[in-house]
């Protein structure tokens, strides 16, 4: 989320709201580059505010200093056009796309792990969701959060200015968008992969017919630290 708050804050969007329970810690720096160690223990929030104002000081910073849950997550995202998932566990990434599923937005998905990267985006109805591609929550053994496993520091940046320019095209309503496509960046061998994606029919929140109940996912997955 770093990089694309600080691209988008560059490009001049007008409104940026910034979620994040948690505060700074020196563990943070090698990757989330809106942070410095002055503002060490510091939230989030607050430490994102600072770094985008005094980049771009027309641009509107909204802090949420809380985590999502089912109870908070349609108040957070009504006054917003354009979500950009930079969750680095698998209960947002569900949760966020239920949201935005039941509230028409456009949700730009990147995930990072270790040496590996991936981008793309959804949009109600006009193509896949997350869940068509992972229906169900995968075991908290094989679901480490960043956290746990580990990223390279740079990789972040990378996705997080690609998924910038996804939100600014769909502002903008110019160019080809990543929907029904997913990019992979594989860093150790600097190679992109570009992935056909397709809606799943029997998808249980975007086929024909289907309810989008929001649940809170901690129960199924290990959110790590």
């Known amino acids: ?7 988008l804050a560059a490009a001049g969007v007008g409104t940026l709201g910034v979620v994040d329970a948690d505060v700074v810690d020196l563990s943070n720096l090698q990757r989330q580059v809106l942070h410095t160690l002055e503002r060490r223990g510091q939230p989030k929030v607050q430490s994102a505010k600072a770094a985008i104002e005094a980049l771009n000081p027309d641009v509107k910073v909204v802090p949420f200093q809380e985590r999502l849950t089912s ?13 950009l998932d930079g969750g680095d566990n698998f209960p947002t990434r569900y949760l966020l796309n239920d949201a935005c599923l039941r509230m028409g937005l456009p949700n730009v998905h990147g995930s990072v792990f270790r040496f590996e990267g991936q981008v793309t985006t959804f949009v109600p109805h006009q193509g896949p969701c997350y869940r068509c591609l992972y229906p169900a929550p995968p075991p908290p053994e094989l679901a480490p959060s960043c956290a746990e496993a580990g990223v390279l520091g740079v990789l972040p940046g990378l996705i997080g200015m690609l998924q910038a320019t996804e939100a600014l095209k769909l502002l903008l309503g110019v160019g080809e968008s990543l929907v029904g496509r997913l990019l992979t960046f594989d860093a150790l061998g600097t190679r992109f992969q570009e992935l056909k994606l397709r809606r799943d029919p029997e998808c249980p929140v975007c086929a024909p017919g289907a309810k989008v109940e929001l649940i809170d996912y901690e129960q199924f997955c290990a959110t790590g630290a």
């Open 71 to 83: 109870a908070n997550v349609e108040h957070i995202l009504a006054d917003f056009d354009v979500v």
């Open 1 to 7: 989320g770093s990089p694309a708050a600080l691209y």
